[in-house]
């Protein structure tokens, strides 16, 4: 434990930055609030309109049916690319593991603007081939969003992978179990957490994926991001602020839910 | 024998989807964009000789470096001071500095975005509340302008900046300040000339990764910027989608990459890529 603990100026710089992070993420609870069709302060009178105009208009429905939808697809492809591609690193230790791996990692350092002509390159020219899984469809979308969130899946696989005892594995080896056995029986449920928190943050960061979609959609595969990003660009729909609070108050609550999970896991 | 070819069979198999899959959809289509910069709209290196001698394009390269560096300092100092409490403060004062990075950190960047706008745009919180006290008769311009960006930026960059030093700051040995305080050093001497130079290569660490985020910044300088500032990203969009233009954006987005990939290869050779997760 550290006995050396921050002073008082510290604790105070600390807070400004504190507040400086929570600060936008207030703001927008008051704006969700305005009676006003345009962005405004509320003055007196509070309305749930822009919470109501959420359920009632179907655009905002369908972008969320099509985000999810997306985010299933891309999250399962990746993880069990990440997953295939991390056990072969980690039971036969090939050589140039290093480069694979930084191959593989590609499209988290590239800065996403040059990945998202990259794959808008790749969908029009897929557009021509066949009309399944070009430019603005939600397979290329999903299978985009895939290219951006493998690389995250195989780091998390990999880290979870590296923390696990090798012995296991050469014993069951030296028992006779196939490859098969050992990755399904020995390995698999031993990372099954690093697994599950690969296929979450995968369809996390499809979920909010907006720097690729852009590129890549035009009318018919409007996800979530995309008709906010619609929203913000044009004259500014208080039905955002609505959005925004509803969206902050789930990461919150699934924040504490891991933190506690994460406690338990420490406790158990 | 026979073993060891197997194993060499079944790592190949294992891994060659992904590989397969990343070659196919990421390197081969790059590599369309490499050769757009090149015969796009004539076969040659005007788009490469266009690069250095637009002044709209040279302008936009200045600002977008401008816009990095300021927002590098402001975000490794604000990251600074929050991981100094994250990591040694109290427990309680722990959860609280670790809500305030991770509930930021999780939250998309369009839902941030459109935060900093409710806060600064003309009839934001910020206008409406110094207008009602009096304080001012006409709005503040605090976006769609470079201020704006500089903000949004900083905000968003904040918690990335963060991860590094917390992790320099874990393995520093706590032994260490005592001595200096037990030399008879003050509180602000032993944070200045022990705390702070044993942190460095966290602070190198995180410098770099802001500054390279942010030169690839798409999001934030579009909406904040409401395009009156904007920065290299922006334009390759502008360029593909407003004024046709695939080579120039194309053969922006390949120096891009080289300038990204040359940063990197200099950090690495001071940082190990383990010290910053």
């Known amino acids: ?268 | 024998m026979r073993a060891y070819l197997s194993d060499r069979m079944g790592a190949a198999l294992l891994m060659a989807p992904l590989l397969l899959f990343l070659v196919l959809a990421y390197a081969w289509p790059f590599l369309g964009v490499v050769k757009w910069s090149f015969t796009l709209p004539t076969p040659g290196l005007g788009q490469y000789n266009a690069l250095l001698t637009d002044d709209l394009v040279q302008s936009v390269f200045i600002r977008t470096l401008r816009i990095a560096a300021i927002v590098t300092v402001v975000s490794v100092a604000a990251a600074y001071a929050i991981t100094v409490v994250w990591v040694r403060g109290t427990p309680a004062q722990r959860l609280v500095a670790e809500f305030c990075i991770l509930v930021p950190f999780w939250i998309s960047v369009l839902t941030r975005a459109f935060g900093w706008v409710a806060l600064l745009s003309n009839r934001g919180l910020i206008n409406t509340w110094l207008q009602a006290i009096g304080f001012i008769s006409e709005p503040l311009a605090l976006v769609r302008n470079e201020f704006g960006v500089i903000v949004g930026m900083t905000h968003f960059l904040i918690p990335f900046a963060v991860f590094p030093l917390a992790s320099a700051m874990r393995s520093l040995d706590d032994r260490v300040l005592l001595a200096a305080r037990g030399l008879g050093s003050s509180r602000m001497r032993t944070f200045w000339s022990v705390f702070v130079p044993m942190t460095r290569s966290g602070i190198i660490g995180s410098a770099m990764i802001v500054f390279v985020f942010s030169l690839g910044f798409f999001v934030t300088p579009a909406i904040l910027g409401g395009g009156r500032s904007v920065m290299i990203a922006e334009l390759i969009y502008l360029r593909i989608f407003q004024s046709p233009d695939w080579g120039l954006g194309a053969a922006i987005s390949v120096v891009l990459v080289l300038f990204v990939g040359a940063l990197m290869a200099i950090l690495f050779r001071y940082v190990r890529p383990k010290q910053l997760i």
């Open chain 1, 1 to 268: 434990m550290p006995t050396y603990r921050p002073g008082p100026v510290s604790l105070v710089i600390a807070a400004l930055v504190a507040l400086f992070l929570l600060m936008p993420l207030l703001a927008v609870i008051p704006v969700s609030l305005t009676p006003s069709r345009m962005l405004a302060m509320p003055s007196g009178e509070l309305s749930l309109r822009h919470y109501r105009a959420l359920i009632e208009d179907p655009r905002w429905i369908d972008s969320i049916l099509l985000s999810i939808r997306i985010g299933v697809v891309s999250s399962a492809f990746s993880t069990v690319l990440a997953l295939c591609f991390s056990l072969g690193v980690w039971m036969f230790q090939p050589r140039f593991t290093a480069a694979l791996v930084g191959f593989v990692l590609l499209p988290m350092v590239v800065p996403p603007v040059v990945s998202a002509i990259t794959l808008y390159f790749l969908l029009t020219s897929m557009s021509g081939v066949s009309s399944f899984f070009g430019y603005d469809t939600w397979l290329g979308v999903a299978m985009a969003h895939s290219v951006m969130t493998v690389p995250f899946a195989t780091v998390l696989i990999l880290v979870s992978l590296s923390q696990l005892d090798r012995r296991i594995d050469l014993a069951a080896r030296g028992l006779g179990a196939t490859v098969w056995e050992r990755a399904t029986r020995i390995i698999m449920p031993n990372i099954k957490f690093g697994i599950v928190t690969a296929a979450l943050l995968s369809f996390v960061l499809s979920w909010e994926e907006i720097g690729v979609t852009l590129f890549i959609t035009s009318v018919n595969a409007i996800t979530l991001p995309r008709l906010m990003w619609m929203g913000l660009r044009d004259n500014i729909d208080p039905a955002i602020a609505a959005l925004s609070v509803i969206l902050i108050i789930i990461t919150v609550l699934v924040l504490a839910l891991r933190s506690f999970v994460v406690r338990m896991r420490g406790a158990g």
